[in-house]
């Protein structure tokens, strides 16, 4: 049987102050309002963008706590994760990568204004990335 000091006693007994837990459904609403007031989502389909943005980017970040500890133990501790469970948990983190890029992209190109662009003549060639300038 081993005996504890009671330096080591407090040291085991001292807890930190708990972190305020912020519930799933809170961090969603968190950050949703955040992307819908730097997009101004107004319309129902700009606020269901803003919500799978929030959704994605919260997957991404709690996917990424949960491979950089499982990576860390790894190394640490030499413990029996397998590669293929962080290979598999990699996959999910660059799936909902490209979730939240694709609801990003679409909700900036909804908030863009339209182009309006008359075409007066017999042949047009329109190239991708061309500059139109404004006559004044």
């Known amino acids: 049987?081993?005996?504890?000091?009671t330096d080591e006693k407090k040291a085991l007994t001292k807890t930190k102050k708990p972190e305020k837990v912020i519930s799933?459904?809170?961090?969603?609403?968190?950050?949703?309002?955040l992307i819908k007031?730097?997009?101004?989502?107004?319309?129902p389909v700009e606020r269901m963008l803003a919500e799978q943005i929030a959704l994605a980017q919260i997957k991404i970040l709690d996917h990424s706590r949960i491979y950089q500890?499982?990576?860390?133990?790894?190394?640490r501790n030499s413990s029996p994760i397998k590669g293929r469970e962080i290979e598999a948990l990699?996959?999910?983190?660059d799936r909902a990568q490209r979730q939240m890029l694709a609801a990003l992209t679409a909700l900036r190109q909804l908030k863009q204004p339209q182009?309006?662009?008359n075409v007066i003549a017999k042949n047009a060639f329109v190239?991708?990335?061309q500059q139109i300038n404004e006559v004044q």
């Open 24 to 33: 799933a459904t809170a961090r969603v609403e968190n950050v949703t309002s």
């Open 127 to 129: 190239a991708q990335n």
């Open 90 to 93: 990699s996959k999910q983190i």
């Open 1 to 5: 049987m081993t005996t504890t000091s």
């Open 115 to 117: 182009l309006q662009v």
């Open 37 to 43: 007031t730097e997009y101004n989502c107004s319309t």
């Open 69 to 75: 500890h499982w990576l860390s133990a790894t190394w």
